[in-house]
């Protein structure tokens, strides 16, 4: 899910799924396959008309193997090109 706010911010909420692959140890299957869901969140807030900051984040809440992790980012956004 994306809102635009009038000023060209917006915010996104999303889930994900991952699912496949095997884990092994020394040639031998463990855990069975990996399964993996996560939900985030990002905030974006323009600058000026190039310039953009995002904030990022995202939580693991189930994981088949208990390799569930949460994650936080913040980045600087630069566009270019279209019109002056």
Not at 16 to 23: I, P
Not at 28 to 46: A, C, D, K, M
Not at 58 to 70: A, C, E, I, L, Q
Request: zero cysteines; proline letters at 5%.
């Amino acid at each position: 899910m994306i809102y635009y706010f009038p000023n060209t911010a917006w915010v996104s909420a999303d889930a994900t799924y991952f699912t496949g692959g095997q884990t092994y140890v020394n040639g031998i299957p463990v855990n069975g396959t990996q399964e993996n869901w996560r939900f985030g969140s990002t905030l974006s807030y323009p600058i000026d008309k190039q310039n953009s900051i995002r904030i990022t984040g995202s939580k693991g809440v189930y994981s088949r193997t208990d390799t569930s992790y949460n994650a936080v980012g913040i980045s600087w956004q630069y566009r270019w090109g279209g019109n002056p």
